[in-house]
């Protein structure tokens, strides 16, 4: 039967282009998840400024709260106690140790004699340079008020921006080695550092021929809460950001790649089932004279491995190329690290060939069923119009589906609350996507019985030649609109999913804005310029705000923050004050110290409210108890703790108060005089309150960006199916557009009938897209924003109609145009 197999394969080339072209593209998309996900499981980060040690401890970046089964991540450097050094260097094996300090350090225009925007530095401590190939090329080691850098003039004076206040140093040496770090006295150091009990990292050398395993164990055994890495993994110590990045790119890997294996699966699956159907009378006559079921099924496989195998072979080249450009996507946009190397080993290049291989299997045999266990005679009658669909395993399919979406609608309407909505309502999308296409007959009918009408008076004698032809043709009619479905559901659904909750975010934050102008600086700002921005005329309050993320370490709070909880700093103010929040008890008047403001929703799931002590977890991994001087209300699934700002300050990774929130009087214009008072401050600007606005939905957006290329990828991905779909069926008709000519119709009015059905099959497409989008969205809005109507601009509908619109369309008419150009007598038209 695999000679059979090539025959057919060479008189029959364009009906297996179309499943070439699938398994092409479906290859290289799962073949470059799969590098995303091997980058991400191996998180390889070269190590620069500790390369020159052999094992380097760092903090535990994740805590385990009482009650909880998954710690939880701790955004901000956790660090290794100053007083541990000692026990680390008492460790058999281990010649020295030596402690990094770590902080923002950055030289200000002037110094640069340049008017660029300060560039972010990171200074240390001069006895740390021996964990990285430093070495001086000229001058000294840093006395106090001295400073090493990479290039400059030894002897001149150079001026930093540390904890938002300038100082200057003198250039005591130069050493050349990774570039954006400075170097001052080891007294220098400890005294610019916010937090001078911690090292940022310890690295530590041992003696030659010493087991790295034996002594990594004896270091461990120092503090439970310390981490010991060697090798490439004392990269994720020299950048700890790169750990939560590894856990988001693993998870878009993970989600996408199982949606894109689901979408070749059933593309693939679509495809061969079609070229199957138009198959029928060839199959009929194998069966007549005397093939088996067996043999038939053993001819459809084999065509379909000779198909794929080369297509899976070809898919591997693209799927190199799109891995490496997701990744630099996902980096330059802020999901991924730059810094982690980009892996794409054997195993995607297994798993791409693997998941194209199996899906071609699956539907050749899918496809195989019903044309090999079919009697001769039945075949042949049935070989020129298919009217059969139904089977009893595809009916429980298509209602365990069904079922499916409608218990994750139910879910995702009654239990889900904000964001976490989308944890449900996600999934929701391709089931009720499959159920529709599974059943895809049944549904195309009723939606056609809508839509026969208004079309029919419009388009009058041509409009009934192509009803009536869809109504005889409803199989090879769901055919083509199953495509289009897809395309518009699945790509409906979650672009609006995104704005929606980005919507829903902002309006949750500036409902209570109060902020009238805020003065920001990526250099940190001192506490000296609060001051003065307190002074300045028509400034009726100003409040730090520093962000960052924590934990409430009280069983009764899950799962309120099973990820973290967010953190927002700001000072102490009364009722005029800038912070963003609709106070219910208490005030924030109080608010210092170890003292923190609640939601509602939280106070009343752990019974403590005004005047009640809470342990906390701040993103650092320090424990601390805060009393509650006031709670208020908030969205569900939006909820934020307020704590003192330098309370959040003096527990992230660099100790800054980047943000100052400023509330004018009434009638009062400050930005003037804001501005002035930012002249005088390197770095300093003043922004309105839509900064704060884009900094609160900065990582909707970036996850809203992500979403969307991914969810492009798969919408060109569904386009191949509809393209070849269409150009398959409309090429298969090319003996049904002769006989038409042959009785007295023109080729303009075989056009103007296709062009009917072309847009019935749009209209009937988008229908249904749309019911399955909305079968998502309603309950996912209703829950994220308060309202049943998704929020979003509606040229993106538009544009996914438009889009499917001009894909049915040239994908009927184009090749049917073709056709059309031959005689009727062609041979063609041959059947």
């Not at 282009?17 to 479906?26: D, E, P, S």
């Not at 108890?625 to 003096?650: C, D, H, N």
Request: with cysteine; hydrophobic share 50%.
């Amino acid at each position: 039967m695999m000679r059979l197999a090539l025959r057919t394969l060479r008189y029959r080339k364009s009906g297996f282009l179309a499943t070439f072209v699938a398994v092409v593209f479906g290859t290289a998309i799962v073949m470059a998840c799969g590098g995303l996900m091997e980058t991400g499981i191996r998180s390889n980060v070269e190590p620069q400024r500790l390369a020159a040690s052999a094992l380097v401890l760092t903090g535990k970046q994740s805590h385990l709260r009482p009650g909880a089964e998954d710690a939880t991540p701790l955004p901000e450097r956790v660090g290794v106690p100053v007083n541990l050094l000692p026990q680390i260097r008492s460790v058999p094996g281990v010649t020295s140790a030596t402690g990094d300090y770590s902080f923002t350090a950055t030289t200000t225009a002037a110094a640069r004699g340049a008017s660029a925007a300060p560039t972010v530095a990171e200074g240390h401590n001069w006895s740390s340079a021996v964990l990285a190939p430093y070495h001086l090329s000229a001058g000294r080691a840093p006395l106090s008020g001295e400073v090493v850098v990479p290039s400059g003039t030894i002897g001149r004076s150079l001026t930093f921006l540390i904890n938002g206040e300038p100082r200057t140093f003198t250039i005591s040496g130069l050493a050349g080695g990774p570039a954006g770090h400075a170097f001052f006295s080891d007294a220098d150091a400890a005294h610019l550092v916010r937090n001078p009990e911690r090292f940022a990292d310890v690295g530590v050398q041992v003696a030659p021929g010493t087991d790295l395993d034996a002594v990594r164990k004896n270091l461990q055994a120092i503090d439970t809460d310390l981490t010991v890495t060697t090798g490439v993994d004392r990269g994720l110590a020299e950048h700890p950001d790169a750990e939560s990045h590894r856990t988001a790119l693993i998870a878009i890997a993970g989600s996408f790649g199982g949606i894109a294996t689901m979408t070749m699966m059933f593309v693939v699956a679509s495809t061969l089932a079609l070229a199957a159907q138009h198959r029928e009378r060839e199959f009929a006559l194998l069966r007549g004279i005397g093939t088996t079921p067996g043999q038939v099924r053993r001819m459809i496989l084999g065509e379909a491995l000779l198909v794929s195998l080369p297509a899976v072979v070809l898919g591997c080249l693209p799927g190199i190329f799109l891995g490496r450009f997701l990744f630099d996507q996902l980096g330059a946009h802020g999901v991924a690290s730059p810094v982690i190397e980009f892996s794409q080993g054997w195993i995607p290049f297994a798993a791409g060939a693997g998941a194209a291989v199996l899906a071609a299997i699956g539907a050749a045999l899918i496809a195989a069923r019903k044309s090999a266990k079919i009697r001769p005679i039945e075949a042949l009658a049935e070989a020129s119009l298919q009217r059969k669909w139904f089977s009893w395993i595809r009916l429980f399919l298509g209602l365990v589906a069904l079922g499916g979406g409608l218990a994750l609608l139910i879910v995702t309407a009654t239990v889900m609350s904000g964001p976490l909505a989308a944890s449900t309502a996600g999934p929701s999308v391709l089931c009720w996507a499959i159920g529709v296409a599974l059943l895809g007959p049944f549904w195309t009918k009723s939606v056609l019985a809508f839509w026969r009408w208004p079309i029919q008076a419009l388009t009058r004698v041509n409009g009934r030649l192509a009803i009536r032809n869809l109504s005889a043709r409803s199989v090879a009619l769901s055919a083509a609109v199953v495509p289009v479905m897809l395309a518009v559901g699945i790509s409906t659904a979650n672009l609006y999913m995104q704005t929606t909750q980005v919507h829903a975010s902002s309006e949750a934050f500036t409902r209570d804005l109060r902020a009238d102008a805020v003065l920001v600086s990526d250099a940190g700002l001192s506490p000296k310029v609060l001051q003065q921005v307190r002074a300045v005329p028509g400034v009726a309050s100003a409040s730090a705000y520093v962000r960052s993320m924590g934990a409430v370490d009280d069983p009764r709070n899950a799962p309120f923050d099973e990820d973290g909880v967010p953190v927002v700093g700001v000072d102490a103010q009364g009722a005029d004050g800038t912070a963003p929040v609709r106070l219910t008890a208490g005030s924030l008047s109080g608010l210092s110290g170890l003292t923190a403001a609640v939601p509602d929703s939280m106070a009343s799931k752990t019974g403590r409210g005004v005047g009640s002590d809470i342990t906390m977890t701040l993103g650092d991994g320090t424990t601390v108890k805060l009393r509650i001087v006031g709670t208020f209300a908030a969205e569900r699934g939006y909820e934020t703790i307020m704590l003192p700002a330098s309370l959040v300050a003096a527990h992230t990774t660099d100790g800054l108060t980047k943000q100052i929130l400023v509330r004018a009087s009434p009638g009062a214009d400050v930005r003037p005089a804001l501005a002035r008072l930012a002249a005088v401050h390197p770095g300093v600007q003043v922004a309105d309150r839509s900064a704060l606005v884009a900094t609160n939905v900065e990582d909707l957006q970036t996850q809203a960006w992500v979403n969307y290329m991914l969810v492009g990828m798969l919408i060109a991905y569904t386009a191949v199916s509809v393209v070849n779909t269409l150009v398959s069926t409309t090429l298969r008709r090319r003996r049904e557009f002769a006989l038409q000519r042959l009785t007295g119709s023109t080729r303009f009015q075989v056009l103007r009938m296709l062009t009917t059905e072309s847009t019935l099959v749009t209209l009937i497409g988008i229908t249904l897209g749309t019911a399955v989008a909305l079968a998502c969205l309603l309950p996912f809005s209703s829950k994220v924003s308060g309202s049943a109507i998704p929020t979003g601009p509606a040229w993106i509908y538009l544009a996914i109609a438009g889009a499917a619109a001009v894909l049915t369309f040239g994908s009927t008419l184009v090749p049917a145009t073709a056709a059309l150009r031959h005689s009727p007598t062609h041979p063609t038209h041959a059947d």
